[in-house]
């Protein structure tokens, strides 16, 4: 009886991870249509970036700095897009970079339509569209749906700093498809 029991078991672990391994190829051979843009010149894209980074010397006042990972105009209309990568399943964002956010999307509103989404994600392979990303866009924010931290409160030790901590708990997951659809929904209510 033991021997049966045990054969038993060992048929149906095999065939659940058998099951388990051909979902995970099934789910890695789904990849992405070819990327619309491409960087042909990394090497001149790098130095670019080098350029600009000459600007902030030893000695000046101002310093800091940072970007807009993605601004998409359409007829006037704009969706942007700030990428966060999670560190023990929350990001940081300057305090000053999401002030700046809030006014801009502000600003924006008044005079056409702007949709602002901050993204977090881990380590992540954008071609595959079932991957997960999370976001909040930033009327969750100013409706305090996403609270604003700026203390780890999961951290005894951690003081007061100039950024704002936001939690992945916070955020929604959904796909990198799903973000697709959504930035494709707002160029269409765009035209």
């Not at 790098?46 to 359409?74: C, F, K, N, P, Y």
């Not at 305090?95 to 977090?120: D, F, P, R, W």
């Not at 007061?160 to 990198?176: A, G, H, L, S």
Request: with cysteine; charged share 30%; net charge negative.
């Amino acid at each position: 009886m033991v021997d049966e029991t045990e054969d038993i078991i060992n048929i149906i672990y095999e065939k659940n991870a058998s099951n388990q391994v051909q979902n995970i190829s099934e789910k890695n051979l789904r990849k992405s249509s070819k990327a619309k843009y491409q960087i042909f010149d990394e090497s001149e894209f790098t130095r670019g970036r080098e350029v600009l980074g000459e600007i902030i010397v030893h000695g000046m006042l101002a310093s800091g700095g940072t970007d807009i990972d993605w601004l998409i105009e359409h007829k006037g209309s704009f969706i942007i897009l700030e990428f966060k990568g999670f560190h023990n399943d929350k990001i940081n964002i300057p305090q000053g970079q999401m002030i700046a956010y809030e006014k801009l999307h502000e600003k924006l509103n008044q005079s056409t339509k702007c949709y602002l989404y901050i993204v977090g994600c881990d380590d992540i392979d954008f071609s595959n569209p079932d991957s997960s990303v999370w976001i909040f866009e930033i009327n969750q924010w100013r409706n305090n749906i996403i609270p604003k931290n700026k203390i780890d409160i999961y951290n005894e030790n951690s003081s007061k700093q100039n950024k704002f901590i936001v939690y992945r708990e916070y955020m929604d997951e959904i796909t990198v498809e799903k973000l697709r659809e959504i930035i494709d929904s707002h160029w269409k209510e765009f035209e």
